[in-house]
């Protein structure tokens, strides 16, 4: 039982390039979550899936797309990588983020973009 | 939108102290975690507390719904202890899906 994996866990990209950010979950949860986590900061939520279908924007969703691939995949895509969008990556997940969100983190992908 | 504070900020004790860590928040709340990020950057998840007290090992925390905060208690602290301390919290109108994250206290355990 692995939990959450994240791929890539390093990425140096240049500006104007674009990567996919991959996320699994074994725990058969039903929302999953994209954060940022800049230095010295809190983490901040970009998007979120409810539910398998389902996508929508959190705090910060603006450079980013998501697609929910299945019930156990959600990735995050960066189509034109700006150095403001250096910064760790978590993705997340939770039973039912709708009314119980505990939630369960990845190891994180650490992103520099120059 | 809900507002999440930590108090401290910053904590330096020494091994076998004891403490305790704050989070406000500014709006009632569905959830409410605290995790652990170590040096190496992983969160680990140490209590899921919308209400009431929870006791696991050394740590244990308490969240007062009513009166909008929650607190981490830490005893005898060691060396692990060490790294940052985030609360997260999510409005009861929206469930989990917008969850807001302190900024942490960041604790170092001197030996």
């Known amino acids: 039982n692995a939990g959450v994996t994240q791929t890539p866990k390093f990425q140096v990209l240049k500006t104007g390039q674009s990567m996919t950010l991959q996320c699994a979950q074994d725990m058969n949860h039903n929302s999953m979550y994209w954060y940022r986590q800049d230095p010295g900061m809190g983490l901040r939520l970009i998007y979120y899936s409810a539910s398998e279908g389902t996508t929508d924007k959190g705090e910060v969703p603006n450079g980013y797309n998501v697609s929910r691939l299945n019930k156990r995949e959600f990735s995050l895509r960066l189509e034109s990588a700006a150095p403001s969008q250096t910064s760790v990556y978590f993705c997340?997940?939770?039973?039912?983020?709708?009314?119980?969100?505990?939630?369960?983190f990845g190891p994180g992908t650490r992103l520099t973009v120059l | 939108g809900i507002q999440v504070e930590q108090s401290p900020p910053d904590l330096i004790l020494q091994e076998g102290a004891n403490s305790t860590l704050r989070c406000n928040f500014s709006d009632s709340v569905n959830n409410l975690q605290w995790f652990h990020q170590n040096p190496w950057g992983q969160l680990i998840n140490l209590f899921y507390i919308p209400s009431g007290t929870k006791q696991n090992g050394r740590l244990s925390a308490t969240t007062v719904a009513t009166e909008r905060y929650s607190l981490l208690y830490i005893s005898s602290s060691q060396t692990t202890d060490s790294g940052v301390y985030f609360c997260?919290?999510?409005?009861?109108?929206?469930?989990?899906?917008?969850?807001?994250f302190g900024a942490g206290t960041r604790l170092f355990v001197k030996a």
């Open positions: 997340a997940s939770s039973l039912d983020g709708g009314v119980i969100d505990e939630q369960f």
């Open positions: 997260a919290a999510s409005p009861g109108y929206t469930g989990g899906f917008k969850t807001i």
